[in-house]
């Protein structure tokens, strides 16, 4: 298999649009055993959506090649106790993932895309470069 999923994943995630709600930040942490990763997602949501904006969840999902696929279940801390499955696809360098988010409540399902990019020690030095650049 190529390299393996775990590491430390920056990702957003999007409302559909017209719900006209900010996108969301979160900070995935995976460990992949063969063709299975589990691991944790932290993330701020908004205000107006949630009572406390700092949410909590497990994910557990598989890899097929580059076909990805997991379920977000929040462990209710933050006031979220409820499951989303994403599916997406891995890119070539196994440095991103694309694809959509889904919940199905009462019938009806939700949909929105998401993007995570591989936090590297690269990344995390520009991030920090940049951040004194502007202090």
């Given at each position: 298999?190529?390299?393996?999923?775990?590491?430390?994943?920056?990702?957003?995630?999007?409302?559909?649009?017209?719900?006209?709600?900010?996108?969301?930040?979160?900070?995935a942490?995976?460990?992949?055993?063969?063709?299975?990763?589990?691991?944790?997602?932290?993330?701020?949501v908004?205000e107006?959506?949630a009572?406390?904006?700092d949410?909590?969840?497990?994910?557990?999902g598989?890899?097929?090649?580059?076909s990805?696929?997991?379920?977000?279940?929040?462990?209710?801390?933050?006031d979220w106790?409820?499951?989303?499955?994403?599916?997406?696809?891995?890119?070539?360098?196994?440095?991103?993932?694309?694809?959509?988010?889904?919940?199905t409540?009462?019938?009806?399902?939700?949909?929105?895309?998401?993007?995570?990019?591989?936090?590297?020690?690269?990344?995390?030095?520009?991030?920090?470069l940049?951040e004194r650049?502007?202090?």
């Amino acid at each position: 298999m190529a390299e393996a999923l775990t590491g430390t994943w920056q990702g957003i995630y999007f409302y559909p649009p017209e719900w006209e709600m900010a996108s969301c930040d979160f900070v995935a942490r995976l460990v992949e055993t063969g063709s299975q990763f589990f691991g944790s997602i932290t993330e701020t949501v908004s205000e107006d959506i949630a009572f406390q904006t700092d949410q909590s969840a497990y994910v557990e999902g598989t890899r097929d090649g580059r076909s990805i696929s997991f379920v977000k279940s929040y462990d209710g801390s933050g006031d979220w106790a409820h499951k989303v499955m994403y599916q997406g696809e891995l890119s070539h360098d196994v440095e991103e993932i694309r694809g959509n988010w889904s919940i199905t409540e009462r019938d009806q399902t939700v949909t929105g895309p998401f993007f995570m990019t591989r936090r590297t020690h690269r990344a995390v030095e520009e991030a920090s470069l940049t951040e004194r650049a502007f202090v």
